[in-house]
T-cell receptor, first 113, second 116 residues
Framework: ETGVTQSPTHLIKTRGQQVTLRCSSQ?????VSWYQQALGQGPQFIFQ???????GRGNFPPRFSGLQFPNYSSELNVNALELDDSALYLC????????????FGQGTRLTVV | AQKVTQAQTEISVVEKEDVTLDCVYE???????LFWYKQPPSGELVFLIR??????QNEISGRYSWNFQKSTSSFNFTITASQVVDSAVYFC?????????????FGEGTQLTVNP
């Protein structure tokens, strides 16, 4: 148990729709990162939020956006869903006080049909 | 740009065998971190270990050991006396030292199957 929880665990959406995924970080962690993991591949960095500000972004289009709230929980929003967006979305939290390691939630499995 | 290569896509062993998972990385950063994560079928990535670039001391934790060699840019992971519960996908990852938290670059993973 990492203390990082994601909701929902599974989701099915239609191409063109919008989706919001949620992440509750481990207590005391002020950094949240989001990763996309396609089937059979390693996770790919989407973006990171540190103290409510975006702190780096991977090679993902602007239709992937996010938020971090004052309690350090976070949302990942994806607009205009495409079939290739089908993947496991992983949230990770960390704090510099405890070191650079990130602790992951169980993920949200998104299927776009 | 950073890159992590895990050349072994799948490994299958029989219980009690030793197994080594290879990881080679590329980075231009002088200070960086290396990680190993385990991903069981449930999907959650479980943190196993972190090494700092300036600390090449090998580490042993129970049946797990890690060999970090900066000269060959490798960070290999050995499981001694493997068990069925070790079956999972293992990821090696790399991050530069940065304010706010790690931005992990993962390898493609090695699927380890331990047969009884």
């Amino acid at each position: 148990e990492t203390g990082v929880t994601q909701s929902p665990t599974h989701l099915i959406k239609t191409r063109g729709q919008q989706v919001t995924l949620r992440c509750s970080s481990q207590s005391g962690h002020n950094t949240v990162s989001w990763y996309q993991q396609a089937l059979g591949q390693g996770p790919q960095f989407i973006f990171q939020y540190y103290r409510e500000e975006e702190n780096g972004r991977g090679n993902f289009p602007p239709r992937f956006s996010g938020l971090q709230f004052p309690n350090y929980s976070s949302e990942l929003n994806v607009n205009a869903l495409e079939l290739d967006d089908s993947a496991l979305y992983l949230c990770a939290s960390s704090t510099e006080v405890q070191g650079p390691e990130a602790f992951f939630g169980q993920g949200t499995r998104l299927t776009v049909v | 740009a950073q890159k992590v290569t895990q050349a072994q896509t799948e490994i299958s062993v029989v219980e009690k065998e030793d197994v080594t998972l290879d990881c080679v990385y590329e980075t231009r950063d002088t200070t960086y971190y290396l990680f190993w994560y385990k991903q069981p079928p449930s999907g959650e990535l479980v943190f196993l270990i972190r090494r700092n670039s300036f600390d090449e001391q090998n580490e042993i934790s129970g049946r797990y050991s890690w060999n970090f060699q900066k000269s060959t840019s490798s960070f290999n992971f050995t499981i001694t006396a493997s068990q069925v519960v070790d079956s999972a996908v293992y990821f090696c990852a790399l991050s530069e030292a940065r304010i706010g938290g790690s931005r992990l670059t993962f390898g493609e993973g090695t699927q380890l199957t331990v047969n009884p």
